[in-house]
């Protein structure tokens, strides 16, 4: 990487003191091609890294394999990220759904990513230099995004919810209403065979509490394991 942008990279280590931002790295790390730049990564060693965070925490990762393209591109297909301001994507991980989110920001939209484990945060600093990495829970979303001056367009999780205590989805989901602009949108994955779990039921009727408008996508296929998201519009107030 060069020094240059590993400067712009150390400015943004501390979130609460650096703006969202988003540059676009002229390394083609989209191409998933194995290099001796540590910026760029082949698909084995994301995949490697995804098993490893879910063996140090297996509850907070919750799937032992990084979502597909397919999966995030068919979240991404009813998002209008280029005209956006500001977007928001909650639990990245390894950056499944990162890669496509840049590659579609138009170049005045401001970007940043919350992401609780602190190996996957620096993973993601160096996979994207650039990239605003905020090192914090979701639940500190509303914080993050005050300081950007401006509300959320759209708000793009990589959580797994079907994991988390009811209290813990509140204090998330929260932050989240508290965050996203009137007309923005709020989109959430999960996965099919665990949408019968009492804790994905709890967390649909949360959303349809707090959005007016809930709906539910066909079940992507081309994912392990399948999948199903929820876009919701409409944030109600509380
Ligand atoms: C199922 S993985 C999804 C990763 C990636 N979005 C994908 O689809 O491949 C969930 C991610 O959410 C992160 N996470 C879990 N709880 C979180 C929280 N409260 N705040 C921020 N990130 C969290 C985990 O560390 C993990 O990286």
């Given at each position: 990487m060069a020094n240059s942008a590993r400067q712009k990279m150390d400015e943004v280590n501390d979130p609460l003191d650096a703006a969202p931002r988003r540059e676009r790295s002229t390394n083609s790390w989209w191409r998933f091609q194995r290099s001796s730049d540590p910026a760029e990564w082949s698909l084995l060693d994301e995949r490697l890294e995804f098993i490893?965070?879910?063996?140090?925490?297996?509850?907070?990762?919750?799937?032992?394999?990084?979502?597909?393209p397919s999966l995030a591109r068919a979240i991404l297909s009813n998002c209008d990220l280029r005209s956006a301001r500001l977007v928001v994507e909650l639990g990245p991980g390894t950056g499944a759904f990162t890669r496509v989110i840049l590659e579609r920001l138009?170049?005045?939209?401001?970007?940043?990513?919350?992401?609780?484990?602190?190996?996957?945060?620096?993973?993601l600093r160096r996979r994207f230099p650039g990239l605003h990495v905020v090192n914090d829970s979701a639940e500190n979303l509303a914080r993050h995004v005050g300081k950007t001056g401006q509300k959320a367009d759209f708000?793009?999780?990589?959580?797994?919810?079907?994991?988390?205590?009811?209290?813990?989805?509140?204090?998330?989901?929260?932050?989240i209403i508290d965050s996203l602009a009137d007309r923005g949108a709020f989109t959430a994955f999960g996965y099919w065979n665990s949408s019968i779990l009492p804790s994905s039921k709890r967390f649909r009727a949360r959303l349809e509490s707090r959005f007016e408008?809930?709906?539910?996508?066909r079940v992507i296929w081309k994912n392990?394991?399948?999948?199903?998201?929820?876009?919701?519009?409409?944030?109600?107030l509380h």
């Open positions: 490893a965070a879910f063996i140090r925490n297996p509850l907070a990762v919750g799937s032992l394999w990084p979502s597909s138009g170049d005045q939209t401001e970007f940043f990513v919350v992401e609780l484990d602190t190996s996957c945060t620096g993973q708000i793009i999780s990589g959580l797994p919810w079907a994991n988390m205590n009811p209290d813990l989805q509140d204090r998330i989901l929260d932050s408008s809930v709906r539910r996508s392990f394991p399948p999948a199903i998201f929820y876009s919701c519009r409409h944030p109600r």
